[in-house]
């Protein structure tokens, strides 16, 4: 027997929602937790909820989020487990359910390059990952559209979001972020990535930033949205 296989038989995989067995080792999780999760159908919606809290931003081709987020939601323990879990798979998967399932919906055309939103250096070697990342990675490998995470970069270490009220969001995110060679992404359309949105805060800081990727204009993926 292959180690894998063995390993599997020993440690069976365990969905990272409701802790049941699931029959593919390499899912994170299960057929169940997957079809109840609370999709927001934005792919199929103009000016969706998303896309009017970025209404006022300018060079916004389309915004949209997978999954409502709310206090109590399936999707609130699998942000957990991405972000504190060590489940960096949690966020794979799911993205690339999104991205098959936004795809019909033309959402990813014209998109030439995926950029996460970074974590600082520091935060990154205590996590050992960037979930938003992960979830970039997932939209590339099913969509084909190249990811990239060397221009746009965390240059401040802030608190995090989720201990902050709404003004103190905005605050904690303003002038965080700083870009490297922008000129290799002039006249692009990029797709920036989140985790979750809530405020908007951190992508409206990440887009001021971007503005020096000049000529270029800009599309909005989360993996949830507060509704």
Same mark, same amino acid.
Request: net charge neutral.
């Given at each position: 027997?292959?180690?894998?296989?063995?390993?599997?038989? @020993?440690?069976?995989?365990?969905?990272?929602?409701?802790?049941?067995?699931?029959?593919?080792?390499?899912?994170?999780?299960?057929?169940?937790?997957?079809?109840?999760?609370?999709?927001?159908? &934005?792919?199929?919606?103009?000016?969706?909820?998303?896309?009017? @809290?970025?209404?006022?931003?300018? /060079?916004?081709?389309?915004?949209?989020? %997978?999954?409502? $987020?709310?206090?109590?939601?399936?999707?609130?323990?699998?942000?957990?487990?991405?972000?504190?879990?060590?489940?960096?798979?949690?966020? $794979?998967?799911?993205?690339?359910?999104?991205?098959?399932?936004?795809?019909? %919906?033309?959402?990813?055309?014209?998109?030439?390059?995926?950029?996460?939103?970074?974590?600082?250096?520091?935060?990154?070697?205590?996590?050992? $990952?960037? &979930?938003?990342?992960?979830?970039?990675?997932?939209?590339?490998?099913?969509?084909?559209?190249?990811?990239?995470?060397? /221009?746009?970069?965390?240059?401040?270490?802030?608190?995090? &979001?989720?201990? @902050?009220?709404?003004?103190?969001?905005?605050?904690?995110?303003?002038?965080?972020?700083?870009?490297?060679?922008?000129?290799?992404? $002039?006249?692009?359309?990029?797709?920036?990535?989140?985790?979750?949105?809530?405020?908007?805060?951190?992508?409206?800081?990440? @887009?001021?930033?971007?503005?020096?990727?000049?000529?270029?204009?800009?599309?909005?993926?989360?993996?949830?949205?507060?509704?």
């Amino acid at each position: 027997m292959m180690l894998d296989s063995l390993l599997s038989v @020993l440690f069976p995989s365990r969905c990272a929602l409701c802790g049941r067995f699931v029959e593919d080792e390499k899912s994170a999780i299960c057929a169940d937790c997957i079809s109840t999760l609370p999709r927001t159908e &934005q792919a199929s919606l103009p000016q969706n909820s998303t896309e009017q @809290l970025f209404r006022d931003m300018p /060079h916004i081709l389309s915004a949209g989020a %997978f999954l409502f $987020y709310d206090h109590d939601s399936m999707l609130r323990r699998a942000v957990h487990q991405m972000k504190y879990g060590e489940r960096p798979d949690v966020a $794979y998967q799911l993205s690339r359910l999104a991205a098959k399932e936004f795809m019909p %919906f033309e959402f990813f055309d014209g998109i030439d390059v995926i950029v996460p939103v970074p974590l600082h250096p520091k935060r990154f070697r205590e996590r050992g $990952y960037n &979930q938003s990342e992960w979830i970039a990675r997932g939209l590339s490998e099913v969509t084909g559209i190249p990811m990239d995470t060397t /221009h746009l970069l965390r240059a401040v270490n802030n608190p995090k &979001q989720a201990l @902050l009220q709404s003004k103190q969001r905005a605050d904690n995110v303003s002038h965080i972020f700083a870009v490297s060679h922008p000129e290799e992404l $002039y006249h692009k359309h990029i797709l920036l990535v989140d985790d979750i949105i809530t405020t908007g805060s951190t992508i409206r800081s990440c @887009l001021q930033t971007m503005t020096a990727f000049r000529g270029s204009c800009f599309s909005i993926f989360a993996l949830g949205k507060a509704r």
